[in-house]
């Protein structure tokens, strides 16, 4: 199968690819061709090059028998229906095309297990504010760790406090990982999407992106665990959004600041890797300190710490870093 750069797939409306997918034969067809598809063979990988170009395509006899369909001029109706959207014949018989490869993807992903859930489970890992143990539970889709001692970062609508964040993972995520290794998965899930938004490419379908902020105006986070008008701690939020596959990702600009550049140096300089997927960067982010300059045109001052030392970096309105300063007090010259 070559899935690269193929672009001889039909165009299809969304209602029309709805309709095609609502069939079981022809959903069951795609399923089969997923099941059929040997990721580690060579002539499969998505490649920098054609030098592994190769034609893996199942026959359609073979493709009939496992599928286990009993007519089999109706089966070559259904097959007909989704080619060229989900299904591409080739000289060797059929192959999912990339929109049928994702179709499966997304199925698999969000069902790999019923409702998986954890119960809250406290885990080694230490809470960014006082470090007492995290507690992390699971339940519909979502990963929620919270303190066990503390408020925490947010007040959710129910006044309940402790919570520090609450992010997407799909259920394939707690496959075969303890509950702290999938607290590390969820950071990493969520911060390499936040990551590719941040560089302006939706993370699920490479759709330009839109970025905005949201500034909480009357922000009094107090020291319960979030402000009472927008219920979390940090007072600058950058919301990011696609407009086309409707994908978003929201989090705090003091996380956000953390992914660039000379935030990486500053801190590779004072001896420490900082991977930004990492559960170690939503600690760090609560060092980081918000400040707005002005409000017309914005000007944000991002303060971020690090052994005594200071990276102060000042925004524009459209995120854009225009100043860096390093304050390094205890250097000795
Ligand atoms: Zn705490
Ligand atoms: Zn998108
Ligand atoms: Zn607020």
């Not at 000289?91 to 409702?115: H, K, P, S, W």
């Not at 489970?121 to 007492?132: K, M, N, Q, V």
């Not at 990963?143 to 609508?157: D, E, F, H, Y």
């Not at 017309?296 to 710490?305: F, H, N």
Request: aromatic share 8%; net charge negative.
């Amino acid at each position: 199968m070559t899935r690269c750069g193929s672009n001889d797939v039909g165009t299809l409306s969304p209602d029309d690819a709805f309709a095609v997918l609502a069939n079981e034969t022809r959903f069951e067809i795609v399923r089969t061709l997923w099941e059929l598809y040997e990721p580690n063979d060579p002539a499969n990988v998505i490649k920098f090059s054609d030098l592994y170009d190769g034609d893996t395509a199942v026959s359609f006899s073979d493709l009939y028998n496992e599928v286990g369909y009993s007519d089999t001029g109706n089966f070559n109706y259904h097959l007909e229906q989704l080619t060229d959207h989900f299904v591409r014949r080739t000289d060797d018989g059929y192959e999912l095309t990339q929109a049928g490869f994702e179709i499966a993807q997304a199925v698999v992903a969000g069902t790999v297990r019923e409702r998986p859930r954890i119960d809250a489970t406290e885990i080694d890992a230490g809470c960014p504010l006082c470090d007492s143990p995290v507690v992390v539970d699971y339940d519909n889709h979502h990963l929620v760790a919270s303190c066990s001692r503390c408020p925490g970062l947010w007040q959710n609508a129910d006044g309940d406090d402790g919570v520090l964040f609450t992010l997407p993972l799909p259920p394939a995520g707690l496959s075969e990982r303890t509950v702290e290794q999938t607290l590390h998965a969820t950071l990493a899930f969520n911060l390499t999407r936040i990551r590719s938004f941040i560089g302006g490419v939706c993370p699920d379908c490479s759709s330009a992106v839109e970025q905005s902020l949201d500034i909480c105006e009357a922000h009094a986070p107090g020291n319960r665990g979030g402000c009472p008008q927008c219920h979390r701690r940090h007072q600058i939020e950058v919301a990011e959004v696609c407009h086309l596959c409707k994908s978003v990702a929201r989090g705090p600009i003091t996380i956000a600041i953390l992914a660039h550049p000379s935030v990486t140096a500053f801190y590779y300089d004072r001896g420490i890797e900082h991977r930004f997927a990492t559960w170690e960067t939503f600690r760090r982010a609560q060092t980081v300190e918000e400040e707005i300059l002005e409000t017309d045109p914005l000007s944000i001052r991002i303060t971020v710490p690090c052994k005594g030392d200071r990276l102060r970096l000042t925004l524009d309105e459209t995120l854009d870093v225009v100043d860096i300063v390093r304050e390094t007090p205890g250097a000795v010259s």
